[in-house]
């Protein structure tokens, strides 16, 4: 079935540090791929999604290119913040089966000042 | 817009007991809404698929007679922990389909 592999956290950064948290995945057919951030105490948001190869998703300075040749969607940011500070998750979706979502295991984001 | 609410946030039982979750879609309407546990420092394990007007599907593994998943009305769907015991403990997250998904806060449920 489909998998979602993230790169083992936590991570800890200082503020202005470039991010990499690294994705991959094994599906049949053309999966649509996001990451979903998750702030403390609060629910999962969509930060940004690819729906076919070379894709590149963008938002709030964070990036992740499909790749489908490598079965890849790392995500970066060139420089964080504090506020960045959440758990990351990779996921994707098939689409069929009303968009179900297969999720990594999230990674733990830590910026400090 | 596309605001999804889970109530309670938090709830305590005893061991033997029944637990109600409520997930609510907001703003919008959705025939389609899923149910997650997600377990300290780990993933978001998808238990059940919600869909207005029929039953749920539930993902191997996933008891159906002990998570009861009601989907009566385009904007609410219900969890029901039946008979619940220490190792149901856990945080349930539902999320309402239309066009993406869209996450409830999640649930805290702890059993004595």
């Known amino acids: 079935g489909d998998s979602v592999t993230q790169m083992e956290g936590p991570v800890t950064l200082s503020e202005e540090a470039f991010l990499t948290i690294n994705c991959t995945y094994t599906?049949?057919?053309?999966?649509?791929l996001f990451w979903y951030v998750q702030y403390p105490g609060e629910g999962l948001q969509l930060l940004l999604k690819a729906t076919k190869a070379d894709d590149k998703g963008s938002n709030k300075g964070f990036e992740a290119t499909y790749r489908k040749e490598t079965t890849s969607f790392h995500l970066e940011k060139g420089s964080v913040q504090v506020s960045d500070s959440a758990v990351y998750f990779c996921?994707?979706?098939?689409?069929?089966?009303?968009?179900?979502?297969?999720f990594g295991q999230g990674t733990i984001l830590t910026v400090h000042p | 817009g596309a605001v999804v609410s889970q109530h309670p946030s938090w709830v305590i039982c005893k061991s033997g007991t029944s637990v109600k979750i409520e997930c609510r879609s907001l703003d919008f309407q959705a025939t389609t809404m899923f149910w997650y546990r997600q377990f300290p420092k780990q993933s978001l394990m998808l238990m059940a698929t919600?869909?207005?007007?029929?039953?749920?599907?539930?993902e191997q593994g996933v008891e159906k007679d002990k998570f009861l998943i009601n989907h009566a009305s385009l904007t609410l769907s219900t969890l029901t922990v039946t008979s619940a015991h220490p190792e149901d403990s856990s945080f349930y997250i539902c999320?309402?389909?239309?066009?993406?998904?869209?996450f409830g806060p999640g649930t805290r449920l702890t059993v004595l």
């Open positions: 999320s309402a389909s239309v066009g993406g998904q869209f």
């Open positions: 996921a994707l979706s098939d689409g069929t089966s009303y968009g179900k979502l297969t």
């Open positions: 599906a049949t057919g053309y999966p649509s």
């Open positions: 919600s869909n207005e007007g029929s039953k749920a599907t539930y």
